[in-house]
């Protein structure tokens, strides 16, 4: 009876770990994906390639280039 119990307990701690675990792997990835996609959009957002392709069509109208 008490090795019964401590086998049901053996593998309830062991459910619990490996929920736990892939819980935490879970959340790793989908945080690391987000930071990823953020950083992703503040990079072309930020960086605004229209306005300097809005200057060089300006120097293309006023100058012989």
């Known amino acids: ?3 019964t119990c401590s086998q049901l ?3 309830a701690f062991v459910s619990l770990l490996r ?3 892939t819980s935490l792997v879970f959340l ?3 945080f690391y994906y987000i930071l990823f996609f ?3 959009f503040v990079f072309f957002f930020f960086n605004d390639t ?3 392709e ?3 069509l300006s120097l293309h109208d006023a100058l012989p280039i």
């Open 1 to 3: 009876s008490a090795s």
């Open 9 to 11: 307990l053996y593998a």
């Open 19 to 21: 929920v736990l675990f």
């Open 28 to 30: 790793f990835f989908f």
């Open 38 to 40: 953020f950083v992703i």
């Open 50 to 52: 229209a306005t300097t």
């Open 54 to 56: 809005i200057y060089t």
